[in-house]
């Protein structure tokens, strides 16, 4: 039942993930709000704003926002994801990762994040630091090492690296 959730929670993300088209067509009062939406929240998130970080994460995880450097590049779409889901372990929708009872949701997103497997002895990130600490609580620790341990950037370069993609023509997509 366990492994059923996590290859649930797997598929529901390739699905999402296949399916978001960044040339979808959406009217200009949207383009506008997702502009202002992110231009307020980003620029919080760089000032060190946890709770904006959580919420381009989660945007992020509901296929809402995208981040599009290349639009046929879906490794950078993943890698981007990636980055934002491990800076903000334990804040906003992802808080509750980190409770006692919930290890199977922990299970789940360190299954979604690094491509894990039903078969608990094909997940080798489970045997890593980083992969314990998410197991174990899924919070800001895990964070500290994943960018140790160079499974993203810290977030200081990630924010020079994403300014420098903005400013070389990188877009933002909203869908809501």
Known sequence: MKYSF???VCLSF???LATFSPTYAVEQDNVQECEKWWERTWSLAKDGDLEARAQIS???SLNRF???RN???IILRQREYLIWRIHSLGLGKQADYSRPENAELRQANLDMLFGGNSNPSRRPMNDSPFGRCM???ANQDCVRLAV???IVPSFENYVKELDLALQRGA???CDF
């Open 66 to 68: 995208m981040i599009i």
């Open 6 to 8: 996590v290859l649930l």
């Open 135 to 137: 197991l174990e609580k």
């Open 148 to 150: 140790e341990r160079r």
């Open 171 to 173: 877009q933002v997509k």
């Open 58 to 60: 989660d945007e992020m």
């Open 71 to 73: 639009p046929s590049d």
């Open 14 to 16: 390739a699905v999402a």
